[in-house]
Nanobody
Framework: QVQLLESGGGLVQAGGSLRLSCAAS????????MGWFRQAPGKEREFVAS????????GYTDSVKGRFTISRDNANNAVYLQMNSLKPEDTAVYYC???????????????????WGQGTQVTVSS
């Protein structure tokens, strides 16, 4: 079993930045692809960014391209989401997720992820 714990959320003004962290513990493996998803009130959970097990490839939803950067530190079992130029529409609970399939590529499909964190709130004021 893998436990994921997100941190780094908070309240920020539009145009500001935040860096989310996701710490993995338990039966962790650096061969897991990782992803970030978000869910705003009244909306479905949506894909934000994902990174392959090696960190060599990444994927982003169109609305965050050029503003968000996903990265990972396999030595420390951590994944990060650097969020710049934040907009009010980025307000949501952000979730970290891990794919159990070894040596997996990045994915934008929630049903391909096996482990999820509890989420961290990001609020962007206008």
């Amino acid at each position: 079993q893998v436990q994921l714990l997100e941190s780094g959320g908070g309240l920020v003004q539009a145009g500001g930045s935040l860096r989310l962290s996701c710490a993995a513990s338990g039966r962790t493996s650096s061969s897991y692809a990782m992803g970030w998803f978000r869910q705003a009130p009244g909306k479905e959970r949506e894909f934000v960014a994902s990174i392959s097990w090696s960190g060599g490839t990444t994927g982003y939803t169109d609305s965050v391209k050029g503003r968000f950067t996903i990265s990972r530190d396999n030595a420390n079992n951590a994944v990060y989401l650097q969020m710049n130029s934040l907009k009010p529409e980025d307000t949501a609970v952000y979730y970290c997720a891990a794919r159990r399939r070894p040596y997996s590529s990045w994915s934008m499909k929630p049903n391909e992820y096996d482990y999820w964190g509890q989420g961290t709130q990001v609020t962007v004021s206008s």
